[in-house]
């Protein structure tokens, strides 16, 4: 029988609803060659589900220590990424969509702190986005029928060479032509280091800590599934809970400590507010590296087997086992990780100082998971 609900989560209902079709019982992960055969042969990356990413007893020490390192900064960033929110939208009237599951943590951060310091209570929701078959539809239908006035606000974690705005912008643009849901495309992200966001904490490519891990920082949320044997027309895309990792799941416990930073960093950002236009031009900066390097190093222009950033690389190497890892200083302590995960993977890094990005992941030809 096929699993009808919306999936669970280890986050506070106050926090977030994930729209979301629970397959937790009915749906199971794939081996990485199994997915890239599926691939080969015309599926799509949604279809199947990758191994969750067990971390070792070291990298789970490196996360604790970034967490730690970073939480005061990140508080200043979730707090200027929603006052640039709260001044963008030019009303209190806010819902929040993030983009599951990365755009997740960030979301229930933002929502915090509007809620703590700005004292307002804006809804935040979770829907899916898969690259080449656009926004849940149905997800976003449901949100503009509670919220028909409202300014609804999409936000994310981090951008990479700007995939996921192209399509955000795509999937907007659909909806109001065809539905009259009277969407934005202006994508809120903590991190913009390809330049592809307006509304942003900052454009510097830096290691966020939930980039660390999988669905032990995400609610215990798996990657969203878009698969016709368990998602009929009618329903949300679909998601499991991973409740065998509960023991290991530090999902709260990541924005906990964040949020408790917020009283440290007021003054911070509201001077950083002042001295700061709300929204910044797109220049899509980084996708000019990333178009080099496709050319150098790839004879076919299939620039999705580039994964520029941190968090992306982060991403790829928790899912991937890429062929090359770039690096620009192998001292900076936002790639710290990488380079435990390449040693675990045997993946060989390569130092490249000129790199616009901090780090790259590079996936071997062929079609991408």
């Not at 299939?302 to 982060?314: A, F, M, Q, R, S």
Request: net charge negative; with cysteine.
């Amino acid at each position: 029988m096929i699993a009808t609900g919306l999936v669970k989560t280890s986050y506070p209902k106050e926090d977030i609803t994930f729209l979301l079709k629970d397959v937790s019982e009915v749906f199971g992960e794939s081996t990485l060659e199994e997915r890239e055969n599926a691939v080969r042969a015309g599926g799509h990356y949604a279809e199947r589900l990758p191994m969750e990413y067990r971390p070792s007893a070291e990298y789970t020490k490196l996360y604790h220590e970034t967490v730690e390192a970073t939480k005061q900064r990140l508080g200043f960033l979730i707090g200027l990424l929603t006052r640039r929110i709260a001044l963008n939208a030019k009303t209190e009237d806010v819902v929040l969509v993030s983009l599951a599951r990365a755009g997740s943590p960030i979301g229930i951060l933002v929502r915090r702190y509007a809620r703590q310091v700005l004292n307002v209570d804006w809804p935040h929701y979770s829907v899916s986005i898969l690259r080449g078959k656009g926004i849940d539809e149905n997800a976003m239908e449901s949100i503009r029928s509670r919220h028909p006035e409202s300014r609804i606000q999409f936000v994310d974690g981090w951008t990479g060479k700007g995939a996921i705005q192209k399509e955000l912008t795509r999937s907007v643009r659909l909806l109001n032509e065809q539905k009259a849901l009277d969407l934005y495309d202006d994508m809120a992200v903590l991190a913009d280091p390809g330049a592809c966001a307006v509304l942003f904490g900052t454009r510097e490519d830096f290691l966020i800590p939930s980039a660390c891990l999988n669905a032990t920082v995400s609610g215990l949320i798996s990657r969203t599934i878009l698969n016709d044997q368990f998602i009929s027309a009618e329903d949300f895309h679909g998601a499991k809970f991973y409740s065998d990792l509960l023991e290991e799941d530090l999902s709260n416990d990541f924005v906990d400590r964040v949020t408790a930073s917020f009283s440290e960093t007021l003054k911070a950002v509201e001077d950083a507010v002042a001295a700061n236009p709300v929204t910044a031009e797109r220049t899509w900066e980084g996708m000019k590296e990333v178009e080099e390097i496709g050319q150098k190093m790839y004879n076919e222009r299939d620039y999705t087997l580039i994964k520029p950033g941190v968090g992306e690389t982060t991403r790829v190497l928790l899912r991937r086992s890429p062929w090359k890892v770039l690096v620009q200083d192998p001292a900076h302590s936002d790639v710290q990780h990488l380079l435990v995960l390449a040693k675990e993977k045997n993946v060989p890094v390569e130092v490249v100082p000129e790199l616009f990005y901090r780090a790259i992941g590079l996936i071997r030809s062929g079609k991408e998971i």
